[in-house]
């Protein structure tokens, strides 16, 4: 039978308490704005390069965006998202 990812890490994650959790919380909320920025990036037709250039901003780090290594700036958050013709907005959580 196959264990889900979460099942997987249940116990584990158990152990590393409230600090760990809100670490996690950090990186799926950078993880889900890298994956809405390549989706977007890709539906325009637009490599990283070109990207970067019409945002005044480096490959590396449209680059690192995208791989969740860094959580860009509100600023470059709404020049990516201009190029992209998308809008910034905060959404109420699920509660």
């Given at each position: 039978?196959?264990?889900?990812?979460?099942?997987?890490?249940?116990?584990?994650?158990?152990?590393?308490?409230?600090?760990?959790?809100a670490?996690?919380a950090?990186?799926?909320?950078?993880?889900?704005?890298?994956?809405?920025?390549?989706?977007?990036?890709?539906?325009?037709?637009?490599?990283?390069?070109?990207?970067?250039?019409?945002c005044?901003?480096?490959?590396?780090?449209?680059?690192?965006?995208?791989?969740?290594?860094?959580?860009?700036?509100?600023?470059?958050?709404?020049?990516?998202?201009?190029?992209?013709?998308?809008?910034?907005?905060?959404?109420?959580?699920?509660?």
């Open positions: 039978m196959k264990r889900t990812y979460e099942q997987a890490t249940k116990k584990r994650r158990a152990r590393l308490g409230a600090d760990a959790e670490q996690a950090v990186l799926a909320q950078a993880y889900d704005i890298a994956i809405q920025i390549v989706e977007l990036r890709e539906r325009n037709g637009l490599t990283q390069v070109e990207l970067a250039a019409r005044g901003i480096d490959q590396g780090d449209v680059s690192r965006i995208e791989r969740g290594v860094t959580s860009p700036t509100a600023r470059t958050l709404q020049r990516i998202a201009e190029v992209l013709s998308a809008d910034v907005r905060l959404v109420a959580r699920a509660s």
